[in-house]
């Protein structure tokens, strides 16, 4: 049988060879073409912020604006549907289990080589961005600043960032869930409702605790160097996170496992 390393690296070389997931990296697109807009002095680019920006600043901004844009998580839940439940449609997972007669490990790997992906998407998104500020906001020196960060805000910008991240491992979780109880295109449907229906909740009082998107947008604006009120915010963030990736994970290994392929 194979290592569970050996699984994640099958599963990982998978997803470089997807076309599919180069399609997230058409996000790298809305730093350049801010950073360009605002050395070009676009009337398309709006400052509204009364101190400077500063690089750190700008990079949770951009990846705060790539987060609004609902087509990425659309295109991963996409991702993340077909690699289970494509392997299962098109019975190519049967050449998979007759290798590793370990449903659970297959389905884990799957998890957590699109979570590594990601994380990868998110690393090069970051140095993309500040290839770009560096390059071209930095020249504006009435509203951008060349300081790297604030070192009282360091703790919320990590936080942030995290917060927003988990957004992208939710997808991923309750995207293959949804992938074995029903078909792909199904699945993907499925959690566009889900995913609409949390922002919507995220507006009304009472149950807005539930939503992810949520927290994002709590951390969106408030003072990040309020380090006591943006570790609140994260904790309850975390604890809702690690209940939906709990019950996702359960259901999905659950279900593959039992599952007549």
Excluded at 58 to 68: E, P, Q
Excluded at 235 to 260: P, T, V
């Amino acid at each position: 049988m194979l290592s569970k390393r050996a699984v994640w690296n099958i599963e990982f070389r998978k997803l470089l060879h997807r076309k599919d997931m180069w399609i997230m990296l058409t996000m790298f697109g809305i730093p350049a073409l801010y950073s360009i807009g605002v050395f070009l002095n676009s009337s398309a680019i709006v400052f509204n912020g009364h101190d400077k920006e500063y690089a750190m600043g700008f990079f949770l901004n951009m990846f705060f604006f790539v987060d609004s844009i609902f087509i990425y998580f659309f295109i991963l839940s996409l991702i993340a549907s077909r690699s289970l439940g494509g392997e299962i449609e098109n019975k190519s997972i049967l050449l998979y289990t007759q290798r590793i007669n370990n449903r659970r490990r297959i389905y884990q790997a799957k998890v957590w080589s699109l979570i590594a992906m990601v994380s990868l998407i998110c690393i090069a998104f970051f140095f993309v961005t500040m290839l770009m500020f560096y390059i071209f906001a930095v020249q504006r020196e009435d509203i951008i600043s060349s300081q790297f960060i604030k070192k009282e805000e360091i703790v919320g910008l990590m936080l942030f960032f995290l917060s927003i991240v988990f957004i992208y491992i939710f997808t991923i979780n309750i995207s293959i869930m949804l992938s074995t109880l029903f078909k792909t295109n199904t699945a993907v449907i499925i959690f566009s409702i889900v995913f609409i229906l949390f922002i919507f909740i995220s507006k009304f009082p009472g149950i807005r605790y539930i939503s992810l998107q949520y927290y994002t947008e709590q951390l969106s604006t408030i003072d990040l160097s309020n380090t006591s009120k943006v570790v609140t915010l994260f904790f309850a963030n975390l604890g809702i996170f690690l209940i939906y990736s709990f019950i996702c994970n359960f259901i999905g290994i659950k279900r593959f496992e039992r599952r007549d392929l």
